[in-house]
């Protein structure tokens, strides 16, 4: 199973794991670019980080991560916030970024998420 139940997303971050979520792509200044979420724990809380990079992948290159970033330094978030809680953080990610509740996953399974994108057109 490729989704985090509820539990899992607390379970994962209780043991020092952050959880992600793919958002899709977007166009910056011309180019092909790509939106994903992180949610990592923090001492007495929850940080929701943004990431955006320029589509650089296909088939064969998957790791996101490696991308340039739209703005920034590799490996730089986009927007970070700091949540008091895990449902804070969810709420903010939903309300903010679209992120589907249901479309959580474990760190690194993103780039599974980021094939299905490709194969259905980058769409």
Same mark, same amino acid.
């Given at each position: 199973?490729?989704? @985090?139940?509820?539990?899992?997303?607390?379970? &994962?971050?209780? !043991?020092? !794991?952050? #959880?992600?979520?793919? @958002?899709?792509?977007?166009?910056? $200044?011309?180019?092909? =670019?790509?939106?994903?979420?992180?949610?990592?724990?923090?001492?007495?809380?929850?940080?929701?980080? @943004?990431?955006?990079?320029?589509?650089?992948?296909? +088939?064969?290159?998957?790791?996101?991560?490696?991308?340039?970033? #739209? $703005?920034?330094?590799?490996?730089?978030?986009? =927007?970070?916030?700091?949540?008091?809680?895990?449902?804070? &953080? @969810?709420?903010?990610?939903?309300?903010?970024?679209? =992120?589907?509740? $249901?479309?959580? #996953?474990? +760190?690194? #399974?993103?780039?599974?998420?980021?094939?299905?994108?490709?194969? !259905?057109?980058?769409?």
């Amino acid at each position: 199973m490729r989704y @985090l139940l509820p539990w899992s997303i607390k379970s &994962a971050l209780n !043991r020092g !794991r952050p #959880v992600e979520q793919f @958002l899709g792509g977007f166009e910056h $200044d011309g180019s092909p =670019a790509l939106r994903w979420l992180t949610l990592q724990p923090e001492d007495g809380g929850v940080t929701l980080l @943004l990431y955006e990079s320029y589509d650089e992948g296909g +088939e064969d290159s998957l790791d996101l991560y490696d991308f340039s970033e #739209v $703005d920034g330094e590799q490996g730089d978030p986009a =927007a970070e916030h700091s949540c008091a809680t895990l449902e804070e &953080a @969810l709420t903010l990610a939903r309300t903010e970024y679209g =992120a589907n509740p $249901d479309r959580w #996953v474990n +760190e690194g #399974v993103i780039q599974d998420e980021y094939r299905d994108y490709i194969a !259905r057109g980058r769409r």
